[in-house]
């Protein structure tokens, strides 16, 4: 007999829910949104290139100018609003002094000291529209870092925030007598705003292309000096376009960034996400946990942008209350979507309920990297997962991405004995990330370092899976579990990052080791209870002369003089809040005198898990004694660092 047909009131629910598992196994819906956000930014981008209309100026022009848009509010800081239309005039008006006054002309690099500010973005856009390339400088940053980013640029104009402007002392402009070094002050923005708003003509910027530069951004390296990174129009254009699509961002939308617009995560991912759109941008001159969300409210803002310590930070400040009403402040917001990377999973969920956020957009990438992971997660399935994928988009885009084994010993992938080539890593086993490069092209994309072929060539490696292939080397450890999720597991090398920065060990090493008192030192980041990131630590052998009587322990001047020192030598986020102090001799080291760093590592400043060595922290002037009590207020989060 043949089977009866189910009934149709009984069938299409049947038929909907196998639908739906299905869907949610594969993750077809999912993919369907990463691949409708890059097929068409991709197709825009080709467009824009063949008009000769890619560099980002023309964005800012087409708003300006239309109809639809000219009155739109395109910019919001601090009190000051602007729309398309006046951005656009303040723009010509800078391009015009930037061009007579200064002789700035196509092809030059301009460096840009600053903070987030409306003249930062003025200026940004006043180069482009100048066919010049901005430098964009990180303004912690003095002395001899700074100089190096300088002359990485081959500069000879910096403009300075006046904010920062003692940043930039007597020892970096007597280093580059030959550059000039302008602050911008509210007198010389007035010579600015007074000149014509002349356009440029097209002819000085309507030949870029996708591996043209569009801006320098620097990230640190191994070397202990920032290393510049060429960002191209394509990676620009596609950042953009392609996470305003995935997003969800309109036209009506404001997003918020309190991220320094020198990096990446804000400079593509916030202004050029919401360029690409037309839509509001918010900003703030930088962070902080008191004011962000009387920013974010001020502004109307619905998207913001985060880094992990940001909503960390956020969590744990007290809740805020109306004084008039009373109303719980929290949730007093528009906010539907938080946009960022580097969101624990002890972090994500308390975030997400205690200030009402819907979405978390999360992704992993670099700023010199040539593709990146994405998660858009409204539940707990994909929390603390920096990307997930299912079939579909695994089957277009997966061969571009692998994760490789790595060899703990020479902090490379490991390549087998018997064929030469790496190993790709199981489910649910950590590896290196790496993205595929075209073998014969890889300068499409990827175009490296500027001026710095070593730290370019360090990053590409070739025969990897297979003879001839080339692959880019994130640095980073990843795993991928058996339902595609993405986790972040830990950085190769020792290159730490804290403050949303990444810190150089030997960098840090460096002017420890500069210090009278100091014989030699390893620097390591350790990790901490309630903290993100890694902290600096400093595991230092003390010359006889700088101990105390006894001869063990440092002396309170030299830990006074040692934090004085450090403190002048490296920026904020750089210094070593913690030494250990090791007895002559007792620094792990390799056959090759190379120190070694993965025990101190993994112990950490846990009281006990020290042995004998004597742990301090960096509190005010000076380096005092880190004792079981401190550790304590550290896991209870009645300290931050």
């Known amino acids: 007999m043949a089977p009866l047909p189910l009934p149709l009131p009984v069938a299409v629910p049947a038929l909907a829910a196998a639908a739906a598992y299905i869907n949610a196994k594969s993750l077809f819906s999912y993919d369907l949104g990463l691949l409708s956000s890059l097929v ?21 022009e087409d708003l300006a100018t239309s109809k639809s848009s000219e009155n739109r509010v395109f ?45 930062f973005i003025f200026l940004l856009f006043a180069l482009w529209s100048l066919g010049a390339v901005p430098a964009l400088i990180n303004y912690n940053l003095t002395g001899k870092p700074l100089a190096h980013c300088v002359k990485r640029a081959t500069a000879r104009l910096v403009l300075i925030d006046p904010v920062v402007a003692e940043n930039v ?39 870029a292309t996708g591996n043209s530069m569009g801006i320098l951004i620097y990230t640190s390296g191994t070397t202990g000096l920032p290393k510049a990174a060429i960002v191209s129009w394509s990676k620009i254009a596609v950042v953009g376009g392609f996470t305003a699509r995935w997003a969800g961002t309109t036209k009506n939308d404001v997003f918020y960034t309190a991220m320094p617009l020198y990096h990446s995560t804000a400079m593509l991912l916030g202004f050029a996400h919401t360029l690409s759109v037309g839509a509001t941008f918010a900003m703030s001159r930088k962070f902080s946990t008191s004011g962000f969300w009387d920013d974010v409210r001020k502004h109307g803002a619905n998207i913001i942008q985060y ?40 972090v994500w ?20 990297g040539s593709f990146a992971t ?78 710095d072929e070593e730290a370019t060539s360090k990053k590409i490696m070739r025969d990897v899976f297979s003879k001839g292939d080339a692959w880019f080397r994130t640095g980073d450890v990843v795993r991928r579990d058996g339902e595609n999720r993405v986790f972040f597991n830990d950085r190769i090398g020792d290159t730490f990052r804290w403050k949303s920065e990444n810190v150089s060990t030997a960098e840090v090493a460096q002017v420890v080791g500069l210090h009278p008192g100091v014989l030699e030192a390893n620097v390591y980041g350790v990790e901490l209870p309630r903290h993100e990131g890694r902290a600096g630590c400093a595991a230092v052998v003390f010359k006889p002369a700088a101990l105390a009587a006894g001869g063990v322990l440092p002396s309170e001047e030299t830990l006074g003089t040692l934090a004085k020192h450090v403190r002048a030598g490296l920026p904020r986020y750089a210094l070593p809040l913690f030494l250990r102090v090791v007895k002559a001799g007792d620094l792990q080291t390799t056959g090759t005198n190379k120190q070694q760093k993965t025990s101190l590592r993994s112990e950490g400043v846990e009281p006990g ?11 005010g002037d000076a380096y005092v004694p880190f004792g079981p009590e401190d550790w304590k207020a550290l896991q209870g989060g009645r300290v931050k660092l």
Request: one cysteine or more; a neutral charge.
């Open 40 to 60: 068409p930014t991709v197709t825009r981008m080709a467009w824009w290139t063949n008009r000769g209309r890619l560099n980002f100026f023309y964005r800012l």
């Open 75 to 119: 910019l919001r800081f601090e009190d000051r609003t602007y729309t398309y239309a006046q951005a656009y005039d303040t723009v010509l008006r800078y391009a015009n002094w930037l061009k007579e006054r200064r002789g700035i002309r196509k092809g030059e690099m301009v460096a840009l000291d600053f903070q987030n500010t409306d003249t």
């Open 169 to 207: 002392g007597e020892d970096v402009r007597s280093e580059l007598s030959q550059v000039t070094f302008e602050v911008v002050t509210p007198e010389l923005e007035s010579q600015m705003l007074s000149h014509e708003p002349t356009r440029p003509p097209d002819d000085v910027r309507n030949d």
């Open 307 to 346: 880094v992990g310590e940001t909503c960390r930070y956020l969590l744990s400040a007290p809740t805020r209350t109306d004084p008039a009403t009373g109303e719980n402040l929290d949730r007093k917001h528009k906010v539907r979507l938080a946009f960022g990377n580097g969101l624990r999973p002890d």
């Open 349 to 368: 969920n308390q975030f997400k309920e205690r200030f009402g956020i819907e979405t978390i957009a999360e992704f992993y990438g670099a700023t010199e």
């Open 374 to 451: 994405w998660n858009l997660s409204r539940n707990d399935y994909s929390m603390g997962a920096i990307g997930r994928s299912g079939a579909l988009y695994n089957l277009v885009l997966g061969r571009t991405v692998a994760i490789a084994e790595v060899d703990h010993e020479t902090e490379l992938p490991y390549r087998d004995p018997k064929t030469g080539l790496c190993r790709r890593t199981p489910r649910g086993e950590p590896g290196e990330l790496l993205f595929r490069l075209p073998p014969k092209d890889v300068e499409s994309r990827f175009q490296g370092y500027y001026g």
């Open 609 to 619: 898990r020290t042995g004998s060595d004597a742990v301090f922290w960096l509190r």
